[in-house]
C-alpha cells in the first residue's frame, strides 16, 4: 500500500489499492528510489494492476516529465529563493564582519539551511547525490549555530555548549555520515537516525537558551537570549513539532515544504543580531503583539460569523461581498473607536511601561517647576532619565548650526572634558560631526539615532540647539516608540524651561542696562518688584489665617470646653482664665497681622473708606489722634495705586508710633492734576541734613521706591521740634491704571 501526495504527478494517475508491477520495463526492486526510500520517483513509466468492478486490469502510464505547480512552488521556487536570501546573507556578514571569528560558522549556518531546503527537492526524487548533499547540510545546521553561538558569546566572557556536549554533536554528525553511506550501500531503516539528530540537536539549543534567558533575565543579556530563542522558535519549532517529530513515527502532520517556510525567519534574526550593536527590543514587541492579540480575538469571531452567515445565505454573489464589505468596515469603525477606550483603561495595566513612563512625566514635571538654573533642569533631567532607561552615560551638549566645531558639554565648567569613546574620539566630537552629517532639520523634541547612543533636541537659542546625548542602553536593545515618545515629551517639558531661564537671563540683562544707563532702578522694575512683594503678603496672610489662627481658634474653644464642663479649684480656674485671656490675644494679633499683610476688603471699600478703617484700628493701639481728610477722588483707582497709598499711610503711621512720638497727625487725600496725598505730625522730627541717612531706619526709603514706581514725586520736610511733612503727587495716567489682581480675596476672621 502506498500513498498519494495531494497536488503533485500521481494524483489522478495512480489510485489507493494499486499494485505496482514494473517500473521503466523492470521489476520494482530495481528501483532505486523505491528500494531505497520507499517512494516512487526519477521514473518515466510505471505499470500497474488495478483491481476494478470489471475484474484485475493491468494499466500502464507514462510519468510526465513537466513539474506540477505544487512542485514548482514549493520543491523550486520557494527552496530557490530561500538559497538566495541565505546567501545573500552570509555574503553581507562576510564583507561586514570577514575579521569576526563567529563570522565563518554564522555564514556555514546560512548555507546549512539554504543547502538543506534546495537539495529537499532532489532528494524527495530520490536522487543520490541530492541525498548525500540533504544528509550532509542537514546535519550541519545545528552543529554550524552552537559553534556560532559559543563564538559570538565569547565577547560577553560566556560559553554556550560544554566541550563534551559539542564531541556528542561531532559524534553524531560523523554517524550521520555513515548512515548516508549505508544508503548508499543500499542499508535502509536508519533514515530515521538523521530527522533524530536533527530534532536532539534542535531540542537541546532550545533548552539551553531557555536556561540561559532565565539565568539571565535580569541583567543586561536577557534582551539578547530572548531574542535568540524567539528567533529559532519562529524559525525551528513548526518543523520539528508539525514534520520532524511526528515523522519519527510516520505520522507527519503537515508536509516539510510549508514548515520550511518559517526559516526564512532565522537569517533576519541572527544577521540583525550579528551585525548591529543595538538589539530589537523583543520586550516592547511581545508586549504589543500579546496586548494586540488579545483586543483582536472578539472582533475576529464577529467578523467571521457574520461573513459565514451571510455567505449561508441564498443570494446573489455580489451581493453577499457587498455584505461582507461593508460588515467588516463597519466592524472595523466599531474596534477603533472600542480600542481607544481599551487603550485607556487596559493598557497601562498590561504594560507596566506606560505606567512608569507616566509616573516619571508627573515627577519631572513636579520638579521642573523649582528649577532656576540651567544646570538644576539638567541634573533633573538626567536623573529622571537613569532612573527610568537601562543607560550609563547621559550627556548635555550645545550644538550651533552656524559653527558646527564650536560645540561643547554643558555646563561650562565641563566644556574642556572631552569624554572619549571607545574609537578614541570624544563624544564632542563625534556627535557634532554625525549631527552634522545627517542633514536634519532641527526642532524641540528632534530625536536622531547615531552610531552610539541618541541625541535629542531639548532647548534651542537662536541657531544654537541644546542636545541631551544618552548612551546606548546596557540591554544592547534599541530605543523603542514609547521610549522615543517618553524622552520627546521630556524635551519639550526642559524646552519650557529653557525659554523661561532665557527670558529671565534676558531680564536682568536689560535690567543692567537700563541701571547703567539711568544710574538707578528704572519704575517698572520697582513696580514688578512690590507687586511680587504684594502676592508673597498674601500668602503669608493666608497661611496664617489658614493653619495658625484656626489651630488657635480650636484651642481656644476646646479651652473654654474643658472650663465649662469640669469643676476646678478656683487656682486652677484663675490659671486657665489668663490662659484663655492669652490665647485671645495671640488671636487677635494674629488677626491684625493678617490685616497689615493684606488689607481687608480694600479693593471693594476703596482707598478712603479703607483709609478710616485704619485709622479707627490704629487710634485704638496708639497714643496720637488722627484728622482725616478726603476730597473728590476718582471713581475707578488702579489696584497699584490704591495699595500704594494704603502701604504709604501705614508706613506713615508706624513710623509716627515709633520714632515721632507725635500726639496729632493731618491726612489729606484729593484730586488736582493727578492724586495728592499730604501728611503731617507734631512729633520731634529731625534736621533735614540726617533725613537721608534715616530713610532705611525710618521706612522713608521704601515710600520713596513705591512712589517712583507709579512715576510719582513724594518731598520731605522736617525740623528739629516741629515734626514730619510730607507731600505725595501720583500722575492721573498712572491712577487710571486699570489692573487685575487674581490674587486678593476676602479675609474674614
Known amino acids: ?28 526492486k530495481n528501483s532505486y528510489p523505491l528500494r531505497t526510500f520507499g517512494y516512487l520517483e526519477m521514473a518515466s513509466s510505471v505499470k500497474v494492476i488495478r483491481n476494478s468492478a470489471d475484474g484485475l486490469q493491468e494499466l500502464s502510464f507514462s510519468i510526465p516529465k513537466h513539474l506540477t505547480r505544487n512542485e514548482v512552488v514549493f520543491r523550486l521556487t520557494l527552496p530557490g529563493l530561500a538559497m538566495l536570501t541565505f546567501a545573500t546573507f552570509a555574503a553581507f556578514v562576510y564583507r561586514r564582519k570577514k575579521d569576526d571569528p563567529a563570522a565563518f560558522y554564522l555564514i556555514l549556518f546560512f548555507l546549512s539551511i539554504g543547502i538543506a531546503y534546495l537539495s529537499s527537492f532532489s532528494s524527495a526524487r530520490g536522487d543520490a547525490i541530492g541525498r548525500g ?25 560566556k560559553r554556550f ?16 555520515l555513515l548512515v548516508q553511506a549505508a544508503d548508499y550501500l543500499g542499508f535502509r531503516e536508519y533514515n530515521w537516525l538523521l530527522m533524530a539528530y536533527f530534532a536532539i540537536g534542535n531540542i537541546y539549543i532550545l533548552c539551553r537558551l531557555i536556561h540561559e534567558y532565565v539565568l539571565h533575565r535580569q541583567d543586561d543579556l536577557k534582551s539578547l537570549f530572548k531574542l535568540t530563542l524567539l528567533g529559532h522558535l519562529v524559525g525551528f519549532l513548526p518543523f520539528l513539532l508539525l514534520f520532524g517529530l511526528p515523522s519519527l513515527f510516520a505520522i507527519p502532520l503537515i508536509p516539510p515544504e510549508f514548515t520550511a517556510v518559517f526559516l526564512l525567519g532565522l537569517p533576519m534574526v541572527y544577521l540583525y543580531m550579528f551585525t548591529t550593536q543595538r538589539l530589537f527590543d523583543i520586550d516592547f514587541f511581545l508586549s504589543r503583539f500579546s496586548y494586540y492579540t488579545m483586543i483582536a480575538f472578539v472582533p475576529t469571531v464577529l467578523i467571521t460569523a457574520l461573513a459565514v452567515l451571510i455567505l449561508s445565505q441564498n443570494q446573489l454573489k455580489w451581493v453577499n461581498w457587498v455584505q461582507i464589505f461593508l460588515v467588516v468596515y463597519l466592524m472595523i469603525i466599531v474596534f477603533l473607536f472600542s480600542k481607544e477606550f481599551l487603550d485607556y483603561r487596559l493598557r497601562p495595566k498590561w504594560s507596566k511601561d506606560l505606567n512608569n513612563f507616566q509616573g516619571s512625566l508627573d515627577r519631572f ?28 552615560e547621559v550627556f548635555f551638549f550645545r550644538y550651533d548650526t552656524d559653527r558646527t566645531k564650536d560645540m561643547k558639554a554643558l555646563p561650562e565648567q565641563e566644556s574642556a572634558t572631552y569624554i572619549p569613546s571607545s574609537d578614541d574620539e570624544p563624544i564632542s566630537d563625534r556627535v557634532n560631526r ?41 540591554n544592547r536593545t534599541k530605543f523603542n516608540l514609547d521610549e522615543l515618545s517618553w524622552l520627546k515629551t521630556l524635551a519639550n517639558y526642559s524646552a519650557i524651561v529653557y525659554e523661561n531661564l532665557y527670558l529671565i537671563e534676558n531680564l536682568i540683562d536689560d535690567l543692567e542696562t537700563e541701571m547703567s544707563k539711568r544710574q538707578g532702578t528704572p519704575a517698572w522694575v520697582l513696580r514688578m518688584i512690590f507687586q511680587l512683594a504684594e502676592i508673597e503678603r498674601r500668602k503669608l496672610a493666608s497661611d496664617l489665617h489658614d493653619s495658625a489662627l484656626q489651630d488657635q481658634l480650636i484651642w481656644y474653644r476646646r479651652l473654654e470646653a474643658a472650663m465649662l464642663d469640669h469643676e476646678l479649684s478656683p487656682e486652677l480656674q484663675n490659671d486657665l482664665t489668663d490662659i484663655r485671656e492669652g490665647l485671645l490675644d495671640v488671636i487677635h494679633q494674629i488677626r491684625e497681622t493678617c490685616n497689615e499683610l493684606r488689607p481687608p476688603l480694600l479693593k471693594e471699600m476703596g482707598i478712603v473708606e479703607s483709609l ?6 490704629q487710634q485704638i493701639r496708639a497714643n496720637y489722634s488722627i484728622e482725616f481728610e478726603a476730597g473728590q477722588l476718582p471713581d475707578a483707582l488702579s489696584d497699584d495705586i490704591t495699595l500704594t497709598l494704603f502701604r504709604i499711610v501705614q508706613e506713615l503711621l508706624m513710623n509716627a508710633s515709633k520714632h515721632a512720638q507725635a500726639s496729632r497727625i493731618w491726612i489729606e487725600l484729593s484730586q488736582k492734576d493727578g492724586i495728592r496725598l499730604r501728611y503731617k505730625d507734631d512729633g520731634i522730627g529731625l534736621a533735614q541734613e540726617s533725613l537721608d541717612d534715616s530713610y532705611q531706619h525710618m521706612g522713608l526709603s521704601g515710600m520713596k521706591e513705591r512712589v517712583k514706581s507709579l512715576s510719582g514725586k513724594i518731598r520731605f520736610f522736617t525740623e528739629p521740634g516741629k515734626g514730619l511733612e510730607v507731600d505725595i503727587w501720583l500722575p ?11 490674587h486678593d480675596s476676602n479675609l474674614a476672621g
Open 434 to 474: 554625525e549631527l552634522t552629517e545627517s542633514g536634519r532639520k532641527f526642532a524641540v523634541g528632534t530625536a536622531v539615532v547615531l552610531s552610539k547612543g541618541l541625541a535629542v533636541v531639548i532647548g534651542q537659542k537662536r541657531s544654537g540647539y541644546h542636545i541631551l546625548w544618552v548612551g546606548d542602553k546596557t
Open 1 to 28: 500500500m502506498f500513498h498519494i501526495t495531494p497536488g503533485y504527478w500521481a494524483e489522478g494517475i495512480l489510485q489507493l489499492g494499486d499494485r505496482i508491477t514494473e517500473v521503466d520495463g523492470e521489476t520494482p
Open 365 to 392: 514635571s513636579a520638579r521642573i517647576s523649582r528649577v532656576m538654573k540651567q544646570a538644576d533642569l539638567e541634573r533633573v533631567l538626567e536623573q529622571e532619565i537613569r532612573s527610568i532607561l537601562p543607560v550609563k
Open 161 to 176: 555548549s560544554s566541550p563534551w556536549v559539542m564531541a556528542s554533536m561531532w559524534g553524531g554528525f560523523i554517524l550521520m
Open 732 to 742: 492721573e495716567e498712572t491712577a487710571a491704571y486699570e489692573g487685575e489682581d487674581r
Open 133 to 157: 548533499i540533504l544528509t550532509l547540510a542537514f546535519a550541519a545546521v545545528p552543529m554550524m549555530f552552537l559553534l556560532f553561538l559559543n563564538r559570538y558569546l565569547e565577547r560577553y566572557g
Open 612 to 617: 478710616r478703617s485704619l485709622f479707627e484700628r
